[in-house]
Structures are given as structure tokens and as C-alpha cells.
């Protein structure tokens, strides 16, 4: 079965079943659709329904079902093993407060199963994780009763193991404890107990009745997770409470690469057809082909067009630092094999060729992909060979990141390549310095935890619809939004903009917005169809294509004396009531991101 198949069984399968089909939400997590968690990017399906987990009603209903674009790169090192990736997608059923346990494990074991309208795998070869209850959240015994049953249909009795966790005989269910079976994206948020299912991938006929410790067959590969149904119960605060969810939900994460790898019998991801175009062209073009180089440079480069196409830009910090990095790694490592510059070109095409029909942005945004990918190609490829010499000449590792944007990652790279060993903590000590590119790891920022739907949070929201109106009037242009993120210190927005903005035209901004704080304004929430949506929004800076047939537009001004909006956005919330809680507005700083586009960051206090 092809992956697209996989996929659209999947969307179907839970479409039957009273499930909205929702469209995968961008990469970068943008303050206006849904609050930012303190992310660099969207690392789990579950992430931009994080209001809708914690109660907010989703405009497409209780039971959804997408599969959502993911990054993560906390694992890059391990990119070329047999299913790392920096770039994934995951498929998910989601009942916010509907269905419960009962219904997802049903469905779970349906889809896995069925030969028609599911997967159609093979039951005995299927076992599952139940949580076993730590640190006074309780066992959960519904789910091992509703595996149980469920399993019965097929005639497998589905045995629970013990607490040394080893499967042997009937053994079906282990109860496993927090670590593996308790979900929370990092340490705020929605969270619950979960149930994960795995695949025997060697099966009883080759490999013999499944035996031994679990953490032994999932180590060796022979049991791999394929999905993971998470019940969600609690929201756990700042101060380590763990409230009870008004709503009971369900999350499932059931990672598209992975499932097809057990579906087409691989061994590993860069085996399934998913990655196989890329890998074979590598290996029809590469002088000196390496199977560990072609995977790199297969993962990045499909992970870079993702990255553009959502609007992420190579920079020095943050996300535009991550694409750097991926970018530079994969030029890297086409080098190594041999390969001339022109060939990336080739495989940008491939994975825009090969993935538009999920994700048709990626065709529209084609021309856009591969110009920021030949800029960055080229600047990189003229810094290289000058920090090369430098580098070979002992200069340190955070000149070369600061002089020449050498990722200090891949400095160690090439320092071991050449036997030579860098000083990590002295490049640690240099760069705490330089600001804010600790923030550069997305996953460093995912263990930081969920930043919660903050009040300073929402109202930087409204400010960056007011922010961006403003822009609109004063420069009197077609501005929209790249990209925005907010902490609880300050707003950063991008916008299209060909030059510097002058002094005054940042005071007339600022004064603008300031104007609309002190005028008291609604900001007055509608939802309506997306078509109409479309035509009542001030700017379209989203594709609409991504977001479900009713969607919401938050209005401000509506009531102001001239009768006007002022600012009319498409907006997935949350935002103050009235533009007078605001504060006094800022800007702090005006720079360029790239070539056409300006950021802003902002205060208001
Ligand atoms: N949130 C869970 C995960 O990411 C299930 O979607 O694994």
C-alpha cells in the first residue's frame, strides 16, 4: 500500500465516522491562528489544537481527524538510522470532549485491521502499552478491558503482563508507568494517560513466538510503535496541578513514515516509497555514493522546502536558524557525495512533485522554495571555502558561526572529520551571550514547557492585528503577515516589505496603533463560512485552503465613529475584548529578515 493510500484510508476511515476532515496547520506555530507554545516549530499533531484540547469550541465540530506537518530536530544527529527524521507527518482522530476510551481503541484496532476500508495488518501481530497509574494518577484498567474485548473478536485473548514487563505466552497488554505511558507536550498543558499500540514487524512465522522484555523488542526493532491514543484528562498548571479537563479528549498520533515502512514490509523509512524517488536519484547522480550522506541529504532537503513553503526564512536564530542548519547539513553532505550544486535543485522538485497532492502550497510556492534555497546555497557555498581556511588554521568555532554562519554543529562535524576536537563549553560560554540564539532548538524550547494561553499572551495577539493594520495604512501597501511569534516580553512580526522602514514612518505606526488602544475598540469575534470570510478580512496572509469550512474573523473597530473596521483577521484566537487593555505600544526594533522581508518587535507595557 502507498503512503497516499495509507493516508487517505486513514482520513476516511474516520470521516465515516462522523469525523471532520481539518487541513494540517502550518510548521510555524503563528500567534494568530492558535497561541504560541513557546515552539520554534509544530512538533505534534496535537500542538495547534491545544486551545480546543483545554475547552475552546473548534469551529469544525467534536470529532476531527488531519494529518498534521511536523518538525523535530532534537534527534538530527540520528537522521540515517532506519526511521529518524527531521520533517514527519502524523495522522490523528481527535474527540474533543465526544467519543472516549471505548470508541478510540474500537476504531484503533478497526483501522489496523480491516482489509477494506483500513491497513488490514494482521491482529496477533499487533500488542499494546496501557498506563499503569504513578504518582497518584490512577491505573487505567478501561483500557486494558476495552483491548481486551476487542481483541476477543478476533479470538486472541489478550493477556496482561506483569510488572517485569516482559511479553511472553498470551501476553498482550503491558502496563507500562509514566515514562512511557503518560502524554504531556512538554510540562504545561493538556495530558493524560495513553495507550500505544506496536507492530510485530518479524512476525511468529519468521521470527518465532514473540518473546522477551519489551524495552528489549522495541530496542532491537522488531516491535515498532505505530500509534499512540492519547486520553486526555487533565490540563497540568504552571504550578504542577494537574486539573481535571472540564471536557475529556482523545489525541491520537499515528506517524504516516513509520506506518508505511510496516506496510510496504521495509526496513527502514528511506526504503518506503515516500523517500525512495529521492535516494534513487542521489544514487543515479553521486560520484562517491554513501547510503548514510543520501539519507541526510533526502530528510533535509524535504524538510527544508516544508519549512520554506511555511513561510521560515535561513537566519541566525530561532527557526530561520534550524533551516540554516538543515540546509547547510544537507549542502554538506551532497558535497560529500560528490554531487554539484545543481542537483539539490533536482530534488526540491522531486519532493514538490511528490508531495503536491497533499500539500498543493508546496506547488504555489514553488519559485519562492528554490530562490531562498539558491540564496542560501550560494552565500553558504562562498563563506565555506573561506572558513574552511580559517578554519584550518585553528580560528574558534564561534567566530566561525558569528563571521562566517558555520552551525556550531556542523563545526564539530568537520573538526572530527579532521580529528580535531572542538571545545563545546567554551562555545557554549561565547554564545550565551549572543542573544537569543539559545533559543535556537525547538525542542530545548518544547521542554520548557507549554506557555499556556497567558493574558500578556492575548494581548500581544490583538496588538499584532492592530500592529498589522496599522502597517497597512501607513505604507499604504498590500502588507501581510510571514510570520509573528510572541513571548510574554515582547511581539515579533514579519511582514512584506522591500525597504527599511524610516523614523517616521515607525513613529506613525506606533502613534496609529497607540490611536486605536486609546479609542476603546471592540474586538468582536465572528465565525462564518471561509468564503465569506475571505471576502470580510482587511488581508488574506493565510491560505485559507489549510483551515476547515467555518473559521473565524476577529473584528476591531467595528464601532468606531467613522463606522470603519480597522482591522478585520482571520484568527483562530484568542484575543482581548476591548483594544483599551492593551497598554502603550512599542516598537523596539525594525530590521530585514530577507530579501523582502521586514520584522518588527514590538512592546506593550
Ligand atoms: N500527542 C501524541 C503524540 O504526539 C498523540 O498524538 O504522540
Known amino acids: 500500500m502507498q503512503s497516499k493510500e495509507i493516508r487517505e484510508r486513514y482520513l476516511k476511515f474516520f470521516e465515516k465516522r462522523g469525523h471532520t476532515i481539518i487541513p494540517s496547520a502550518t510548521l510555524v506555530p503563528a500567534n494568530y491562528d492558535i497561541p504560541d507554545k513557546g515552539t520554534l516549530f509544530t512538533t505534534a ?45 502524523m495522522m490523528g482522530n481527535w474527540s474533543l470532549g465526544d467519543y472516549f476510551k471505548k470508541e478510540s481503541i474500537a476504531w484503533s484496532l478497526e483501522f489496523l485491521t480491516d482489509k477494506n476500508e483500513g491497513l488490514g495488518l494482521d491482529p496477533k501481530r499487533l500488542y499494546v502499552t496501557t498506563f499503569k497509574g504513578e504518582d497518584g494518577i490512577p491505573r487505567d484498567d478501561d483500557s486494558v478491558i476495552f483491548w ?11 493477556v496482561v503482563g506483569t510488572d517485569d514487563e516482559t511479553i511472553t505466552g498470551d501476553i498482550r ?13 512538554g510540562v504545561t498543558g493538556p495530558c493524560g494517560g495513553d495507550t500505544e499500540i506496536f507492530y510485530d514487524v518479524i512476525g511468529e512465522k519468521k521470527g518465532g513466538k514473540l518473546f522477551g522484555k519489551f524495552s528489549d523488542l522495541t530496542k532491537s526493532g522488531r516491535l515498532i510503535e505505530i500509534w499512540n491514543n492519547v486520553f486526555m484528562e487533565f490540563n497540568k498548571t504552571t504550578d504542577g496541578k494537574y ?42 547522480q ?10 541526510i541529504v533526502s530528510d533535509h532537503v524535504r524538510s527544508a522546502v516544508f519549512m520554506i513553503s511555511d513561510g521560515v526564512t535561513p537566519a541566525n536564530t530561532e527557526a530561520g536558524y534550524v533551516l540554516r542548519r538543515v540546509l547547510r547539513r544537507a549542502i554538506r553532505h551532497l558535497d560529500k557525495l560528490g554531487l554539484s550544486g545543481e542537483v539539490i535543485f533536482d530534488l526540491i522538485k522531486i519532493v514538490i512533485t511528490n508531495f503536491s497532492y497533499a500539500y498543493p502550497e508546496l506547488k504555489d510556492n514553488k519559485a519562492e522554495i528554490l530562490e531562498v534555497i539558491r540564496a542560501e546555497d550560494e552565500k553558504f557555498r562562498l563563506t565555506l571555502e573561506k572558513g574552511l581556511r580559517e578554519f584550518e588554521k585553528g580560528i574558534d568555532a ?31 560560554e561565547k554564545m550565551k551571550k549572543h542573544q537569543e540564539i539559545s533559543k535556537a532548538g525547538s525542542e530545548q524550547k518544547f521542554k520548557g514547557g507549554l506557555a499556556g494561553t497567558g493574558e500578556v499572551e492575548t494581548r500581544y495577539h490583538t496588538a499584532t492585528h492592530l500592529l498589522l493594520a496599522a502597517l497597512r495604512n501607513v505604507l499604504k501597501g498590500e502588507i501581510v503577515q510571514k510570520g509573528s511569534n510572541i513571548t510574554t516580553e515582547r511581539m515579533r512580526f514579519d511582514f512584506n516589505w522591500p525597504e527599511k522602514l524610516t523614523a517616521e514612518q515607525i513613529k506613525e505606526v506606533e502613534d496609529l496603533v497607540n490611536e486605536k488602544i486609546q479609542e476603546k475598540l471592540p474586538v468582536i469575534m465572528v465565525e462564518m463560512p471561509k468564503e465569506e470570510a475571505k471576502k470580510a478580512v482587511t488581508t488574506l ?20 465613529p467613522v463606522g470603519q473596521v480597522f482591522s478585520a483577521e482571520f484568527c483562530g484566537g484568542p484575543h482581548v475584548a476591548n483594544t483599551s487593555e492593551l497598554g502603550h505600544f512599542k516598537i523596539v526594533k525594525e530590521e530585514a529578515v530577507s530579501a523582502g522581508v521586514r520584522r518588527i518587535k514590538a512592546t506593550i507595557v
Open 45 to 89: 499533531g496535537m500542538q495547534p489544537l491545544v486551545p480546543y484540547l483545554l475547552g475552546e469550541k473548534h469551529p469544525a465540530g467534536s470529532r476531527l481527524v488531519d494529518v498534521q506537518k511536523c518538525v523535530r530536530t532534537g534527534d538530527i544527529e540520528d537522521v540515517g538510522d532506519n526511521r529518524h527524521l527531521t520533517f514527519f507527518e
Open 148 to 158: 481486551q474485548e476487542n481483541f476477543a473478536k478476533y479470538g486472541l485473548s489478550a
Open 173 to 185: 497488554i503491558l502496563p507500562l508507568g509514566r515514562e512511557d505511558n503518560f502524554w504531556i507536550a
Open 243 to 284: 486539573e481535571p479537563l472540564t471536557k475529556k479528549n482523545v489525541d491520537t498520533g499515528m506517524g504516516l513514515e513509520r506506518t508505511t515502512l510496516v506496510m510496504q514490509g521495509k526496513a527502514n523509512v528511506f526504503e518506503t516509497d515516500i523517500f525512495v524517488p529521492l535516494l534513487t536519484f542521489i544514487r543515479s
Open 286 to 295: 553521486a560520484k562517491s555514493y554513501d547510503e548514510m550522506s543520501a539519507r
Open 398 to 428: 564561534f567566530d566561525l558561526f558569528q563571521t562566517y554562519g558555520f552551525p556550531i554543529e556542523m563545526t564539530v562535524e568537520l573538526a572530527k572529520e579532521k580529528g580535531i576536537k572542538i571545545d563545546v563549553a567554551v562555545f557554549g
Open 541 to 560: 496572509s493565510f491560505d485559507l485552503s489549510k483551515y476547515g469550512d467555518t473559521v473565524k474573523v476577529y473584528k476591531i473597530g467595528d464601532q468606531s
